[in-house]
């Protein structure tokens, strides 16, 4: 059966969108293409403008990636439609030539609108459900009669941003009721042009183009625009509606009562209606659904999405997602931000007195003075002021409209947050519902495309099959109720009356004074005897002596490895034992009643029975990534080395005889040894761990463009690290160099096989200094021998050292080392440092950060002796002292695998 597609286009504020949905799978695949509306003459104050030819070349670049990205052919794509940002103007002449076209933040029609709410702003918020601003439709037209007269003459149409790239894509002229009742000039109560209005106001009824339903087919798709969006001409071609209602249909939001916020670059807040609500205040917005006999409800927390790009790019100017790294930020954070207080970017939506977007943040220096990484809880502060403004204009629609709120969805750009998900849960104390394509507005736009194709019957039955399931953010009760306060001194704060000003100076001097805001707490006074067997380096020996007795004895420099009755004789009396090669088996310290905790300096601690330390109340810290620095160094080496092809290079000199001199060497070497640099390379990282992360700093400090697939790593928490997160066949598609870090799990044994290296380019190389066990060593070889890779770098083989006449040696594309990534003389003083750390947290009453029995060293009170076991735990820890505990053999486990 043939594959069937339906394409959304999205206009939006900085950006265009295309999203391909498989109708079978629910599939969704999408590619961007950034824009600008520059300013207008300098003659025309506030205004700016809308280039048509540049949205509609940008749209069609993104067309053709999001095609190849969803593996969709042309005739399968059948339906279309487009969407746009609300209070786009265009103005065309009869042939559908643009006279005028302006974003929603031109604002030239100043004037106009103020004089439109003085002399009519009430009755035109009762007839259309807006008050008057200088963005709307009904005085941006009156400023081009006045101030551009030549223009006026020619106009012959005047629609949204959206519907003019549909008249270009299949010649018909129409908008639809949720842009139109944008326009100051369409009736609120039903889907008509208001007709009085556009007399009284003097404009030509020749502007105003017929109103369909979102979901008509209005025509099809034109050779000249299927060639340029790589579709099929005939394609069906659907009216769209606004960004925001048709995001509505893309997160589900239908329903009488139902309420969604479409967070993009703005936060409008929005409550479906079944009949238009009474607000002689004139504080929200009210207009059509792109349902037919839904209404909406708006209260916009502002602009929302440019609030973060700002701050972001101010933090993290040098990250490629600084917005998502700003978000993993604020998420390391608390509740409260420690006292921090941001008001920046919010608003409480009043259409009457609209006001430019400002704020503030309320700090002291004194707060979380000793955490190093203190920007997290401005970061927070942020994101939790925008939550505010979102809760504060949900409250505010919910009392004008009257209707019972139970749950929030959350659709646009920041529903790819979880974080943000549960933050704003939490502030609401309302459930938040994301679905998984967080592009809901050009999903809404393909859902119209399906109606207009007739797989679905009505937007309704296109809404409940592309939507997707919901996935739910359920508050949480203790967080809710810290925010409950925080909410009520933010508002306080906003309003900028005298007692919220007073009551932000005495928060901010409790949490000043108060000790959790130094995150810091008093090492025990107890100093437990430290025996350190591990091979560590003097300023991790000077943090231990700080914390207990220490008695050093490198195993390598005693030559020994303690285990059993050796193991029982040297730690009587100590209570802290950091090993990293000797045998800490059940049987051995079932007979240590003095030993409270065990730390390995390794990352897989296979030298130490966990579960019978367990059973004994002993945490066991370990030391994951003490080799990453050295492992990450040497990736990035071998990516220099493949690069300036320094194998070769080397050989040709040694190799060929020459003399001093001798020109003939180097003109050798010009042509076949010319590099490459890493500069503006893409750097593909599979796995993210402690050594892809190190790999990626190193990378971007050549100037490379990262990027990772890791599943189970959050897209912000990468993003924090400068990498942008991508799926693994994208990685291997777009990487100049593939560099393994991942793990040996079922999942990732094989996982570079003959049909994923058939993906790389064929100038990519490909590094691996993790496991072999990821790779396919036969598969790599037939790769290099078939030309379909530039080159590799191995420091893992299937059979380790391999043999001198291994395949994959003797290649000058080839660098290969016998399993040293991690033997450094530095990796002593990074397992001390983690250890140290960790053991002074533990012994702080802190939580440690790698423990590997979470629960044994939360539980952990070192003022207290250890606990006697019962008959249960005697009996197990003699199963396991009978069993066959840890060998010598499993300190090469992790090695081998």
Known sequence: MPKRFLMGLDIGGGSGRALVVDLDSGAVATATRPWRFPAADSAIPMGFDADLDTLWQQLGAASHEALERAGAAAPEVIGVAVTSMRFGLVVADAQGNPLYAGPNRDARAIAEALKLAADHGDALNTDTGHFPMSVMAAPRLQWLARNAPETWEQSAVAYSLNDAITHRLCGAIATDASQAGETLLCELERRHWAWEWIDRLELPHRLFPRIAPAGECLGELTADAAAHFGLAAGTPVAQGGADTQSGLLGVGALENGSAAVIAGTTAPVEIVLDRPAEDPAARCWQGHHLVDGRWVIESSAGPVGEVLEWLAGALHPDLPQPVAALLAEADQSIPGASGILSTLGAQIMDARAPSLPSGSISLSHLLARDDPARRRHLARAVVEGLAYGIRGNLQQAR????????????????????????LLADVCGLPVETRTASESSALGAAICAGVAAEVFGDLAQGSQQLSGEAHRFEPDAERTAVYEELHTHWRLQLDGEAPGRERAMSRLAGAALSPASAETTSVSATRPRILVTATVDETSLDALRELGDVEYASYRDAGRLLKDDSLVEALAGFEVFVTEIDLVSAAAVSQLPDLRVVASCRGNAVNVDVEACSLLGIPVLNAPGRNADAVADLAVVMMGMLARKLRASSGL??????????????????????????????????????????????????????????????????????????????????SDFVSLHAPVTDE??????????????????LINTA?????????????????????????????????????????????????????????????????????????????????LDPKIAEAFDGSRPRPQPDAAIRERLAELATGPGPSTSDLNQKRRS
């Open 399 to 422: 009392e004008i409209s009257e209707r019972e709120v139970t749950a929030l969805a959350l659709g646009g750009g920041l529903s790819r947050s979880a974080s943000f998900a549960q």
């Open 653 to 734: 000199l040694e190799s060929t005889p020459h003399d001093p001199g001798d020109m003939r060497i180097l003109a050798t070497a010009f042509g076949p040894l010319r590099g490459r640099e890493l500069w503006n390379k893409t750097v593909g990282l599979v796995g993210m761990g402690a050594v892809g992360r190190g790999v990626a700093r190193r990378a971007r400090a050549f100037g490379a463009r990262v990027i990772a697939f890791d599943p189970y790593l959050d897209p912000e928490r990468v993003a924090l690290d400068g990498v942008e997160s991508v799926d693994l066949n994208s990685l291997l598609r777009s």
């Open 748 to 765: 990732t044994t094989g996982m570079i096989g003959a049909a994923e290296l058939a993906l790389l380019k064929p100038d990519a190389y």
């Open 771 to 851: 496991r072999p066990a990821l790779l396919d060593e036969a598969a790599l070889v037939e790769a290099l021998d078939g030309e379909r890779l530039a080159g590799a770098a191995l420091d893992v083989f299937d059979a380790e050292p391999p043999g001198s006449d291994h395949p994959l040696l003797n290649r000058d594309n080839v660098i290969a080392t016998p399993h040293v990534g991690g033997n450094t003389a530095e990796v002593a003083a990074h397992q001390g440092q983690i250890i140290a750390e960790d053991l002074g947290r533990l012994l702080r009453g802190e939580m440690p950060r790698h423990a």
